[in-house]
């Protein structure tokens, strides 16, 4: 799992972070964890496929063409060339 350090905090947002993680019963990593989380993992946020699929549905895409677009290449993708 990638390690992030994060240097320079000031002295009362690290007090603020302790003290917030005490109220929740946490240490102040789980805390800054939980909180990276739900600032950039939104709950209610909707994945790209599910969002391609609605769009796909309100476009009037037969079920068929879903299955066009389900089936995937499984070979590996080649580099490109930006020469």
């Known amino acids: 799992m990638p390690m992030l350090t994060v240097r320079n905090i000031p ?3 690290h007090r603020a972070l302790r003290a917030r993680a005490s109220l929740r019963g946490r240490s102040t990593e789980a805390e800054v964890r939980t909180i990276l989380k739900e600032a950039v993992l939104p709950e209610g946020r909707m994945a790209l496929g599910t969002l391609l ?3 796909g549905r309100r476009a009037g895409l037969t079920e068929e063409e879903f299955t066009n677009f389900v089936q995937r290449d499984g070979s590996a993708a080649k580099p490109v060339d930006l020469e």
């Open 53 to 55: 699929v609605a769009i």
């Open 11 to 13: 002295d009362e947002v």
